[in-house]
């Protein structure tokens, strides 16, 4: 067992061992000696933060004790970020919740857990699954006021334009947001303790400076341009909702309705499909597939791939074709609260591939969620008021990655004003014989954790973050459970790298 640094006071050792030692993971005296013994008992206790773990009150109470304690939960953070405990964390509540009947290769434990969880005999062949909703869905309302909202320097702190990596002597720099079209440096050091079957993923940590966010960028394989399955359908609502606004500035798309040329399908609101989209609300002939190819109607698509290269600057990109299924509507039609025709649909069918790269989504996310705070030339043609409806469609993500990571590091006492808007994607590619799974995220919080020890004030955290996982064991049921597993794991441990400042 390897030996991590304590921090913990004479004070709060022994109030840690009293607790350790009523949840029985504790044997030896409460003398707030930091022994061969006390390290056994907080490595059992890291490794029992586990997802869904119902404790008996007495038992939920010595664990809340504990966790609500700063030092123990920085302490846990370096135990936790030994070797590969997360991803055996989450690999073990995988097993679980299939041998509980919670679970198979069809509704996975965390990509499809979804924001309103599962109701017992709700799954067709998992009479079991009975999963929770979201400890953050009673947050998703505050969401765009929350990206809106800057530190005031004051209350809560950011990083400033030079900041020092946690445990080395390494300094890096947050530079200005780029311009349309411009492509960042991508920096390719920093993402080594990602597992091979990450085989791209960018990074983007944001920090506020005199009202305008600064990045740093770091990625593998950050412009590959690869499929990046169903995390892509937000680029053709956030296109309608660009459109939309430069035709009527002032109309919240939220208000609008789209209808169906023909008559045949009762017009709905753009933010209810957005949100069956994201949350995979399918009924009525509803799909997420046919509505994203539905959304795609709204343009041809060479103008949609257009639009993404103008955005990005990736000029190599592809951006051509469907979902998997015909359009809910073939010709569709953006009307406004009045009735009035704001985008008409095209005949123009979407065919070919969507070959994108790692960076382009995390470059669209981060204009969504930081559109406030970049600069005016820098900003999609997009409203606020808008935007705010897409980023209540991408907080009903079905995959639930941040709940289960938040649980896992023990953090739950120390975020603030949380906000996670994400979109997942997953398939088995016949054509590479492998299991993908894809995940692009904006996490923001503030960071309670940060007034213990040396930094004297709660400090915003906000990344965006694009991953892409493939695994060929010659096995897509194993590999559809073991991938998630792995992609629970690599989004706990960038968000513990991001609160101990290892990753910034």
Not at 22 to 48: H, P
Not at 73 to 100: C, P, S, W, Y
Not at 230 to 257: D, E, F, R, W
């Amino acid at each position: 067992m390897a030996v991590v640094e304590v921090k913990l006071s004479f004070e709060e050792l022994t109030k840690a061992q009293t607790y350790l030692q009523q949840l029985g993971l504790y044997d030896g005296e409460v003398d707030g000696i930091y022994g061969r013994l006390s390290e056994a008992a907080f490595v059992q206790f890291a490794n029992a933060l586990s997802i869904d773990t119902i404790l008996d009150a007495n038992s939920q109470a010595y664990t809340n004790n504990l966790l609500q304690s700063p030092a123990v939960v920085r302490h846990l953070l370096k135990i936790i970020g030994e070797g590969d405990r997360l991803l055996q964390k989450f690999t073990n509540a995988q097993r679980i919740f299939v041998n509980m009947g919670q679970a198979d290769s069809n509704y996975l434990g965390f990509l499809d857990r979804g924001v309103n969880g599962s109701i017992a005999g709700s799954k067709k062949g998992l009479p079991n699954r009975n999963f929770a909703p979201s400890p953050l869905l009673n947050h998703i309302p505050a969401y765009a006021d929350r990206l809106a909202s800057l530190p005031d320097g004051v209350n809560v702190v950011s990083y400033g334009e030079v900041a020092m990596l946690s445990g080395s002597q390494v300094r890096v720099r947050f530079r200005p947001y780029p311009a349309i079209g411009a492509v960042p440096n991508i920096e390719t050091i920093g993402l080594e303790f990602l597992h091979s079957s990450i085989q791209q993923a960018c990074i983007c940590v944001g920090s506020v400076v005199n009202g305008q966010m600064l990045t740093r960028w770091i990625g593998r394989n950050p412009l590959s341009n690869v499929q990046f399955w169903s995390s892509t359908k937000i680029l053709p609502l956030l296109y309608t909702i660009c459109k939309a606004n430069q035709v009527q500035p002032n109309q919240a798309i939220a208000n609008c309705a789209i209808a169906d040329t023909q008559g045949n399908k009762i017009p709905r609101t753009f933010a209810e499909m957005a949100q069956r989209i994201c949350a995979y609300e399918e009924s009525n002939g509803m799909t997420s597939n046919g509505l994203s190819a539905m959304f795609k109607q709204f343009t041809t698509p060479l103008v949609l791939q257009d639009w993404l290269k103008k955005i990005t600057g990736n000029q190599k990109l592809i951006f051509q074709g469907r979902y998997g299924e015909a359009p809910y509507i073939e010709q569709p039609i953006l009307r406004d609260d009045t009735g009035a025709n704001v985008i008409n649909g095209v005949k123009d069918q979407h065919r070919g591939d969507n070959l994108i790269s790692a960076y382009d989504l995390t470059r669209v996310v981060s204009q969504i969620a930081w559109h406030r705070h970049l600069a005016p030339d820098n900003r999609l043609t997009a409203q606020w008021h808008s935007l705010s409806t897409l980023i209540s469609a991408m907080g009903q993500d079905t995959a639930r990655y941040v709940d289960a990571a938040i649980v896992a590091l023990g953090l739950s006492y120390f975020i603030d004003k949380p906000v996670v808007i994400s979109k997942m994607g997953f398939g088995y590619s016949d054509q590479r014989k492998q299991t993908e799974l894809t995940y692009t995220a904006c996490i923001q919080f503030v960071d309670l954790l940060a007034t213990s020890h040396d930094l004297p004030l709660p400090k915003m955290r906000s990344v965006n973050m694009t991953l892409r996982a493939a695994l060929n064991l010659r096995d897509p049921v194993r590999e559809a459970l073991e991938i998630d597993a792995r992609m629970a794991a690599t989004v706990a441990e960038i968000l513990r790298r991001i609160v101990t400042e290892e990753l910034i």
